[in-house]
DNA sequence: CCAATTCTTGACTGCTCGTTCCAGAAAGAG
DNA sequence: CTCTTTCTGGAACGAGCAGTCAAGAATTGG
C-alpha cells in the first residue's frame, strides 16, 4: 500500500462548489479552482477528472446540501404556511446579504448550461422533480391538517412554488430592493393562503 | 467624404444579440460572433468596440424588440386576464419549440453577469422596473374596467409576474414537460383570477 | 482626376485556457 | 531498509482567447 490523500474529499469538493457557485461554469477558470480548493493541480485532476466532470460533482453535492435543508424546514411538524413563509423569507434575507449575489446555484446551472448540456440538464431536471416533491408532501401534509383548504392541486401549486422560487432568486440578483422581493414573496405565497 | 458602411448596424447587432442570446456572454467568443454577424473582425471592433461593450449593446436591442413585444400584447384594449393568459401561453409555447432552449436574454443576463458586472446589473434592474410598470398598467387598468376585482396590491402582483415569468422561463431550459409549464402558469394566474 | 476615408483581408500579437508530463518528496507495507 | 504507490510542485503543452496592425481595395466628394 501507499499514502493516503491529505485532504478531505468533500471538503474540497466543497470550495470547488463554492467557486463554480460564484463564478458560473465558464467563468471559472482551473487556477481559481486550485487557489480556492487548496489542493495541487495534479491531485486535483486525479481525483475529479476533468473541468466539466467537477462541475458536475460539485453540483451534485450542491443540491445534497441545500436539498436537506429544505427537506428539514417544510418536514418540520407544525404549520406549513408558517414553514413556507420562513422559507421564502429565508431565501429573501440570503439574497440580501450575499454581496456577492450567487443566487442559487441550480439555477445558475440551469441557466448558464441546461440548454446545452446533457447531463446538467439531466441534474437540474430532477432537481426539479425532488424539490417539487417536498413541497407536494408539505402541501398534502397541510391539507390533512386542515391547513390548507384553499389549495387544490398540490401537485401545480408544488410546481409553481419551485418556479416562483426561481424566480425571486433570480430577481434577486438584479435587485436589492427588499420590498420588491418581500412584495413579490407576499403574492406568491397567497396561493396558499 | 468617404465610404460608407456596407452593412446594416442594426441588421449586425441582432445577429450578436442570437449569439449571446444563445450561448451567453462567457460561452460566446469573437470568433462566433465575426461568423454569425458575417462581417469583418475589425469592421466588428470599429463599429462596436470591444466584446462587453457589443454584449451591453445586444442586451439593449434585446430589451427592445421583447419590451415592444410586451407593451403590445397587454396594452392592447381588451381582457386584461385574457392577455395576460395569452402572454403566458405563449411563454410556454416558444420555450417548447426552441431547441436551443435559449430562455430570456434578460434573465440570462442576470443569472450570469449582474452579480459581478454593474453595468449589466443596472440594465437589468431598470428592465425589471420597466417591464413591472407595463403589467402594473394592465393591472390598473383591469382594475378599473371591473376585470380584476380582486386584485388588491397591483404593484406587488406586477412584481410576482416579472418574478413568475422569470421563473417559468427558467424553468422551461431544464424540463421541456408541457404540463409542468401549464401548472405553473395556471396556479401563477389563479392570483388575477 | 485626385485625395480622403473606410472598407476588407489575413496575419499576428500576448495571454490565458484546460490539461499533461515529469521528477522528487512522502508515507504505508513487508 | 526497501519497494511501491501517491502526493506535490512546477514546468510545459497546444489550442483558443480578445484584441491589434498593416496594407491594399473600394468608394465617396471635390
Known sequence: MARQKEFDRDEVLHKAMEVFWSRGFEAASMQDLVNHMGINRQSLYDTFGDKHTLYLQALDRYREVEGRKLFEVLERPGSVKKALRKLFAGVVETALGDPER????????????????????????????????????????????????????????????????????????????RKTLEDVVKVMLSVVE
Not at 115 to 140: D, H, M, Q, W
Not at 144 to 156: F, M, Q, S, T
Not at 157 to 176: D, E, N, P
Open 102 to 177: 450567487r443566487g442559487c446555484f441550480m439555477g445558475n446551472a440551469t441557466s448558464e448550461l441546461a440548454g446545452r448540456c446533457k447531463a446538467t440538464a439531466a441534474r437540474t431536471c430532477s432537481n426539479i422533480a425532488a424539490t417539487e416533491e417536498v413541497f407536494y408532501r408539505a402541501l398534502l401534509r397541510g391539507k390533512k391538517e386542515g391547513e390548507l383548504k384553499r389549495v387544490r392541486h398540490p401537485r401545480a401549486v408544488a410546481r409553481f412554488l419551485y418556479s416562483g422560487l426561481q424566480g425571486l432568486i433570480l430577481m434577486a440578483k438584479a435587485t436589492q430592493d
